[in-house]
């Protein structure tokens, strides 16, 4: 291999996607997107039954998956997600949607870590963009803003969050994003110290135990979503 595949090689460290969208424009502008930023593109699919065939081919590190895709536009894509976490758990799954639908977000994440749920739009800001890949590829969770403001106006007369100050709410929907405390703290303009005792007063106040069988950030965040 020369030196100018090997330098390639190298670049191309990021993980291997795979890219589900039944607009050709979309999905092949997003695959050179990712291509530049260190991605390897390993396929693409315009229907949910290509996307579960490449998947099971490729396993793939990602799966970028529009949330409605043929043969009926409703639904497809979520419930190839659903079938993707089942049959290949190491697989991340990001799904997208042109609108908040807060449903099937809620029943995307509740799966656990390695998952995320965007807005088309937030493509537009491609730092932001390819951060949100990293993290969900690596194992977190990411949350589109839009669906964490509209979960947080919510409210419910069971509310299992009404314990919590505004404060910690505002730490706990940035939670929801996928957002370390460092990265919670540059946010609000605070110590991360502040964050660490803000994120254990969250954890006690929804009652989660410290055991070592659950990931009690991501039950959090689970308790939020549910929440509205």
Do not use: C
Not at 55 to 77: F, H, N
């Amino acid at each position: 291999m020369g030196a100018m595949e090997q330098s390639a090689e190298a670049v191309r460290s990021r993980g291997r996607v795979v890219i589900a969208d039944d607009d050709v424009l979309l999905r092949e502008g997003l695959a050179s997107l990712l291509d530049r930023a260190g991605y390897e593109v390993v396929g693409q699919a315009g229907d949910r039954d290509e996307l579960l065939e490449l998947v099971r081919s490729e396993q793939p590190d990602l799966a970028i998956v529009d949330i409605r895709m043929p043969p009926t536009g409703t639904t497809e894509g979520l419930e190839a997600a659903r079938v993707i976490r089942e049959e290949s758990p190491a697989t991340a799954i990001l799904v997208l949607s042109a609108h908040v639908e807060v449903e099937h977000a809620m029943d995307l994440l509740a799966s656990g870590e390695r998952s995320g749920y965007l807005l088309k739009s937030r493509i537009t800001d491609v730092d932001d963009f390819l951060e949100t890949l990293d993290r969900v590829t690596k194992g977190g969770t990411a949350v589109d803003p839009a669906l964490v403001r509209e979960l947080v106006d919510a409210r419910r007369v069971s509310d299992p969050l009404a314990d919590l100050s505004p404060r910690e709410r505002e730490v706990l929907a940035l939670m929801a994003e996928g957002r370390s405390n460092a990265g919670i703290a540059h946010r609000l303009w605070v110590t991360d110290g502040t964050v660490e005792k803000h994120v254990h007063s969250i954890l006690g106040k929804l009652r989660l135990p410290d055991t070592d069988e659950d990931h009690r950030r991501v039950l959090a965040v689970i308790a939020f979503l549910e929440a509205r």
